[in-house]
């Protein structure tokens, strides 16, 4: 008998997740057949290297192909497989899938896998999606698949031992399997998702007729996961204590995702010390659409610090659209020169696997020491300092010199500032006061600039070891006489003389008269 008619019906090669369909008619035949045992290749294909790597997934086989009679009088059959244990998950997958059709599984003891395939009941169209289209035969793998342990043993296919680039290549036996991820709850990669539980078949059927070695090939159904993470849009930037700065993080939905009975879909950020998230300002976006927080995304703060932001509407959501998450966070903590950064990670949990980003904020200081005209240290001078340029002032703007005449700024990002000295030490002329200006790069001072008129602070760029001093005067006879301050000195110099000369002027006039 051939193929025509043991296969009537049947789709003639479409693809089972790139398998053959098997939507036939029953394969009767006369007296006892043979099980197909030669090997078939088996070729999983991806769209990234690395949903192959590592990955690791069990081939229960479901179906046998059975041969009866040789040669040029072959005909071949269908039946379910030797190595399956107890047919109940099977028909409890079979009823699964014939709900809301006018089918019933047959209760005879008959071959529930060889009256499936007649029945048409896991037969598909031949779309670019395969068996996904044929609501059946998903009822039925994602039924099957948890029973698994009814199915015998499975041969564990290692597609990351195989994989040659997006592809890798498994010999087995001929027949209808069914492949699960061999970790599904976590995944064997965590670049990588589990892969969707699939049915696959080797062979095709021209003209009728079956050839049951024909390699079958299948595009694997997981996918990569990824995301990034920017702060102010940069993966790591300096910032002032007190400023705000803005975290973005962004991935893209799933593809696949309604595949899944359940998709688990998170990220968890982990902001450290120095810093308060705005929880308020939070808000998360698929493509150009705003989500609904506690309709389409929950925000729970974690008792460890860390927040979890779930997208619960995953499975609605448009497979490929970017997904935005944006919040605001102040920054409260000034490391020192730089050395210490306040840090910002994500993992996203994509149903099994994790991608994971961080960002990194630093800020800077610099000091100064105050000294008076013989270069003895000072304590008690009054400063405050100002961004100038875009930079950002931070809240603590104020700072005193200490005992041995330090003035320390911490918490700055980089950039330049104007120091003013706003009060003197007690003793010292209250009407000259030293200003300048100081530059900030990569956490720490490179550049003093000096913005009094009286030479009190140098001018000079500077070396990790340099010392910058600003001086206070008694008297303007301690002045600086170098410079525009030396200028300055013998113009008032000069102003006081003139000014001498004019009173001595005039009392000379009134002894006169």
Do not use: C
């Not at 192909?65 to 059959?77: D, I, M, N």
């Not at 893209?252 to 968890?268: L, M, R």
Request: glycine share 10%.
């Amino acid at each position: 008998m051939k193929m025509r008619k043991l296969f009537a019906g049947i789709a003639a090669a479409a693809t089972l997740l790139g398998g053959m369909a098997l939507g036939a008619a029953s394969a009767q035949a006369d007296g006892s057949g043979t099980v197909v045992t030669s090997k078939v290749n088996f070729t999983f294909t991806a769209q990234y290297a690395k949903q192959l790597v590592n990955r690791k997934l069990n081939a229960y086989k479901i179906a046998d192909y059975v041969q009866y009679g040789t040669g040029s009088g072959a005909t071949y059959g269908v039946q379910t497989a030797s190595t399956v244990t107890d047919n109940s998950g099977i028909k409890a997958a079979l009823e699964a899938a014939v709900v809301g059709t006018n089918k019933t599984v047959p209760t005879d003891g008959g071959d529930l896998m060889a009256w499936a395939l007649a029945e048409g009941v896991l037969s598909v169209d031949n779309s670019a999606d395969g068996a996904w289209n044929n609501s059946a035969s998903r009822k039925f793998v994602e039924s099957l698949k948890t029973t698994t342990d009814k199915l015998g043993t499975a041969e564990e296919v290692d597609l990351g031992a195989a994989a040659n680039g997006t592809s890798a290549t498994v010999p087995l036996p001929a027949g209808l399997y069914l492949f699960v991820d061999a970790d599904y709850s976590v995944g064997t990669n965590g670049a990588a998702t589990p892969s969707i539980a699939i049915l696959v078949g080797s062979g095709n059927v021209e003209n009728g007729v079956l050839n049951p070695l024909t390699k079958a090939t299948v595009v694997i159904k997981n996918q990569t996961t990824a995301v990034t993470k920017k702060v102010n849009g940069k993966d790591a930037i300096t910032a002032s204590v007190g400023q705000k700065v803005t975290y973005t993080i962004t991935s893209n939905v799933p593809q696949n995702t309604q595949y899944y009975s359940e998709y688990g879909y998170a990220y968890t950020d982990t902001p450290s010390a120095g810093q308060t998230v705005d929880f308020d300002s939070l808000k998360v976006t698929v493509g150009d659409k705003s989500l609904n927080k506690g309709t389409d995304y929950t925000v729970a703060q974690n008792k460890n610090g860390t927040f979890t932001v779930t997208i619960s509407s995953i499975q609605k959501q448009t497979a490929g659209a970017l997904i935005t998450v944006t919040y605001a966070a102040k920054v409260t903590e000034a490391g020192a020169s730089g050395s210490k950064a306040v840090t910002n990670a994500v993992v996203l949990s994509d149903n099994g696997a994790e991608a994971t980003d961080r960002t990194a904020i630093t800020n800077g200081q610099f000091s100064f020491t105050k000294t008076d005209a013989q270069g003895n240290a000072l304590a008690g001078a009054k400063f405050e300092i100002g961004g100038q340029n875009g930079a950002s002032t931070p809240s603590t703007a104020t700072a005193t010199s200490e005992s041995n005449g330090t003035v320390t700024f911490k918490g700055l990002a980089d950039g330049t500032y104007k120091v003013t000295e706003t009060e003197v030490p007690a003793g010292f002329q209250s009407n000259l006061k030293a200003a300048f200006t100081v530059t900030i790069t990569n956490g720490k001072a490179v550049k003093y600039t000096g913005a009094d008129i009286w030479g009190l602070a140098p001018s000079t760029e500077v070396s990790d070891n340099y010392t910058y001093k600003v001086k206070n005067v008694k008297n303007v006879t301690q002045l600086p006489l170098t410079g525009a301050a030396g200028t300055t000195l013998f113009t008032v110099v000069a102003l006081l003389v003139a000014g001498a000369g004019v009173a001595v002027a005039l009392k000379s006039r009134q002894r006169m008269r």
